[in-house]
């Protein structure tokens, strides 16, 4: 008879049979025989505690002169044993399992295989199943040796590509990381590591080259990363949505549930005895909150829409596909669906639709922020060169300022002191140099820059008031509670306004009185200047060079001015700066 060219899938021909105890290969065959509950071309049980013995006839185009190898493709069962049935005996053909050693595997394979012939089409296997206290699913197969070396070197370089773009993935989200230093990217490589673990584990890699002696660990390391991948998954989906801002209560809630599943990793690492004894029902219970936080991020998603529909689009396109294949899974796990006739698992066909999706989501954000920051940087540069124009322009309005007090008050005095010293007396022209010496020494004293603190500030007033006082202006100054209050920048602005102030009343208001004062009340410094001069029309002198220089260095130290006046009434000026 003619060979076949794919494996044959011998679950059609499959009888099973679910003992409590196990039993010996002579007793499950006769058990055969006699039972009338007898599973026929099903070979995906559910959960169980139960052990499994599954009978299997041969197919008809069976050729009995070429070698075969009997492939089970689970990883994950315990342990499986196969005998072949031939001319009425029983022949051992070898053992399996992620409960033995996997040296000591009939064939070293990652998946249960064994090498197998027959002697005619007549004969039957006998598959031994031990998975108690799990979800059983035994798909059996069965290849010519030629085809399964050529579909084993296939399998595997196509999961060496995949797990390598994974690497890939890894590498791309730390150096993503690097640039934009956010955590939306450590949380993204968390899962993808977790991911990368979880289905390295699945197909059986990690039994093969990871811990081929630790059994503990191939057998729950896939629960564990399923806490991670979720974990993870929801940190990352609060960092990408704006979950925070538009759905408080999903916030919480998930939350609430990445702290659960933080109880079940601390189950696991301090008590693995108990946990190991309630497989089945951490295994609910894990389910349960992975079905909790997908309905949980599908109300996230629709109360984001309106915020952000570019990230719900990619959201939705990146993880849909995994939803759909880890429900997939936990439909198998339960014995709802068989999966056996994909070439690929679902999580891995998930799994590749999330990783070239999101890469292009992250490197779209990674464009976002780039943009953000280039806009950033061109407005500071913008905002520098408005500073440095402002500088530039306060420099020139100052050296107008001192071009004027030089042109009316030093010029002109120099040239009436011209006109004298032709028949002027010898003291008239001394008091007249004198007062011109005076002028020169209050301008460069005004362009001099002041170093005050809370020390040396109201000496600094009074020094000014007293100046103010000695040119013959009513000047009283009061003060109350200031001494601690002002620190150095308040303390020169507040200088500055109150020398402005009075110049503008030496010059301007011809005031009989002007009353200064300084407090403290409610947290604020207030600075007041009356004067009962001539005053002057608020619309005509609202942006005078003086008032705006005034309001702007209140401003600087983070403050209020406002300034009242009217013709004949007097100017009031009022300066509010908060205090610690």
């Avoid at 596909?321 to 999580?347: C, K, Q």
Wanted: aromatic share 12%.
């Amino acid at each position: 008879m003619q060979g076949f060219a794919e494996s044959v899938d011998l679950v059609p021909f499959s009888k099973a049979i679910e003992t409590a105890e196990k039993l010996k290969p002579e007793e499950a065959l006769n058990q055969f025989a006699r039972s009338s509950e007898l599973i026929s071309g099903e070979t995906t049980f559910g959960f169980s505690q139960n052990y499994f013995w599954i009978l299997v006839d041969l197919p008809p185009e069976i050729d009995t002169s070429a070698n075969y190898f009997l492939d089970i493709d689970n990883p994950h069962i315990d342990r499986v044993e196969a005998y072949r049935y031939s001319n009425g005996l029983l022949r051992f053909v070898g053992r399996c399992g992620d409960r033995i050693p996997f040296a000591a595997r009939t064939y070293e394979n990652r998946r249960n295989v064994f090498p197998i012939h027959f002697n005619s089409s007549r004969d039957r296997i006998l598959l031994f199943v031990d998975k108690r206290n799990a979800s059983v699913a035994v798909p059996v197969k069965l290849w010519e040796s030629h085809e399964f070396m050529q579909h084993e070197a296939q399998s595997n370089m196509i999961h060496g590509l995949y797990f390598g773009m994974l690497l890939v993935i890894m590498l791309y989200s730390l150096l993503i990381y690097a640039i934009q230093r956010s955590s939306i990217y450590i949380w993204y490589l968390v899962y993808v590591v977790s991911l990368f673990l979880y289905l390295f584990t699945h197909v059986g890699y990690g039994f093969q080259f990871l811990f081929p002696d630790q059994f503990e660990w191939n057998n729950y390391l896939r629960l564990i990363m399923i806490v991670i991948i979720v974990i993870s998954q929801i940190r990352f989906t609060q960092l990408f949505l704006p979950i925070r801002s538009v759905a408080c209560w999903v916030n919480r809630m998930l939350n609430f549930i990445i702290l659960g599943l933080i109880g079940i990793l601390l189950w696991w690492l301090l008590v693995p005895g108990l946990f190991t004894a309630n497989t089945i029902v951490v295994i609910n219970v894990i389910y349960g909150f992975v079905a909790a936080s997908v309905i949980l991020l599908v109300a996230a998603l629709i109360r984001s829409w309106k915020a952000d529909r570019t990230s719900v689009l990619f959201y939705t396109a990146a993880f849909g596909m995994n939803v759909v294949a880890a429900l997939s899974l936990i439909a198998e796990e339960y014995g709802a669906i068989d999966l056996a006739w994909l070439p690929l698992s679902p999580i891995f066909i998930g799994s590749l639709f999330e990783i070239v999706i999101f890469a292009i989501g992250l490197s779209y954000r990674s464009k976002l922020i780039g943009d953000d920051r280039k806009k950033l940087l061109i407005n500071i540069n913008s905002l520098q060169q408005q500073a440095m124009q402002a500088f530039v322009r306060g420099m020139e309005e100052e050296k107008v300022r001192v071009a004027n007090e030089l042109h009316d008050d030093v010029a002109s005095r120099l040239s009436l002191l011209k006109m004298k010293a032709a028949g002027g007396s010898e003291t008239e022209l001394a008091e007249q140099i004198a007062e011109i010496s005076e002028g020169v020494r209050k301008i460069s004293h005004q362009l001099n820059p002041v170093s005050l603190n809370s020390e040396t500030f109201l000496q600094k007033i009074q020094e000014l008031v007293s100046e103010h006082r000695q040119a013959g202006m009513n000047v009283d100054f009061q003060f109350f509670d200031v001494k601690n209050a002002v620190s150095e920048d308040v303390g020169l602005q507040l200088y500055r306004i109150l020398q402005e102030a009075l110049n503008n009343v030496q010059k301007h208001a011809k005031a009989q009185h002007i009353d200064v004062q300084l407090f403290v009340h409610d947290n604020e410094l207030i600075m007041t200047i009356e004067d009962d001069g001539s005053g002057f029309e608020m619309e005509k002198q609202r942006t005078g060079l003086g008032t705006k220089n005034m309001r702007l260095r209140t401003e600087q130290v983070g403050g209020e001015f406002s300034i009242s006046s009217a013709v004949g009434d007097g100017t009031s000026i009022m300066v509010t700066v908060p205090v610690s």
